[in-house]
Structure formats: structure tokens, C-alpha cells
């Protein structure tokens, strides 16, 4: 890809990690001020995965997830955790993310109405020993794939 190859070809590689921390800034002020982003989460996912900054690189595709499933892609949303986000968690050593990421593909699961797998997933976690608030974001998401789970019974997507 021509961006990898410029960041390795580049003098200054850590620009591209500065360029992807100014958009992860402007995302994390807008979901704090509870603003819409639009899709600033991808640039800066992108950025961050050339520039090998991977823990940040997953928590900002969490963000594009987010963005995926708000314009009802679920389907790709899901398919970037499955294809990049989760694959980068476990290439790269980072296990403290497995948790948060397979909770939040379960959310992604029930969205896409595969009820019964989501709460597979869900269920799947409590062979970890997650810390307090990885439990408290499991319970989060399993009461999300409830309400999901609830809203199809009721025939409303």
C-alpha cells in the first residue's frame, strides 16, 4: 500500500504517528463531548497501523466499528475485527485487548441479528479472568445484546 510504503520511505516516520495521534485527539474530544466524529476514526486507525503503533491502532478501530455499525454496515464491522483488529491483538502481545474486542464483536454479532452467536460470545469470556472493568464492559454488553435480542423478538430491527 502507498501510504505503508511512504511512512517506511519517509525521514520522518513518527509524523505519521503524530498526523494519527491528531485525529485520535479530535475523536476522543468529539465521544467525550458526545459530537458525532463522521469517520476521522479511520484515518487515524490507518495511521496508526503503518506507523506500528498497534494498541492504538485497535482502540481506534473499535472507534471505526463504531462508526460502521452507525451507518449499518455491521457486516463490515465485524469483519474488521475479525480480519484486523483481532488479529493485530494477538500478532502483536496484547491480551489485555482480547476481552474488550470479543465483547464488543459480540454487540456487533447480535447487530447483524445472529442473536444466538452473540451470546455465545459473550459467554465464551468468563474463561478469562477479566479485570473489574472488563467484567463491568462484558455486563454492559451482554445487557446490549439483550436489548437487541428483545427489539428483533418484537420485529423491529
Not at 485520535?24 to 490507518?46: E, I, N, T, W
Not at 502481545?93 to 464488543?104: D, T
Not at 428483545?150 to 423491529?156: D, S
Request: aromatic content about 6%; some cysteine; overall charge negative.
Amino acid at each position: 500500500e502507498a501510504l505503508q510504503q511512504a511512512c517506511l520511505n519517509s525521514e520522518t516516520p513518527d509524523d505519521y504517528k503524530r498526523l494519527a495521534d491528531c485525529f485520535a485527539m479530535h475523536v476522543k474530544c468529539c465521544r467525550q463531548l458526545k459530537l458525532d466524529y463522521g469517520s476521522a476514526a479511520f484515518p487515524a486507525m490507518k495511521l496508526y497501523m503503518v506507523s506500528g503503533a498497534w494498541r492504538s491502532a485497535v482502540d481506534l478501530g473499535q472507534d471505526v466499528v463504531e462508526t460502521l455499525l452507525r451507518v449499518n454496515e455491521a457486516q463490515a464491522a465485524l469483519s474488521l475485527i475479525d480480519q484486523q483488529l483481532l488479529p493485530i491483538a494477538q500478532a502483536y502481545n496484547l491480551p489485555e485487548l482480547i476481552v474488550g474486542l470479543r465483547s464488543h464483536r459480540a454487540v456487533v454479532l447480535a447487530r447483524t441479528g445472529d442473536i444466538a452467536a452473540a451470546r455465545a460470545e459473550i459467554s465464551s469470556l468468563t474463561r478469562y479472568e477479566p479485570t473489574p472493568a472488563q467484567a463491568d464492559d462484558i455486563r454492559e454488553q451482554a445487557s446490549i445484546i439483550e436489548e437487541l435480542a428483545a427489539q428483533q423478538a418484537h420485529g423491529r430491527p
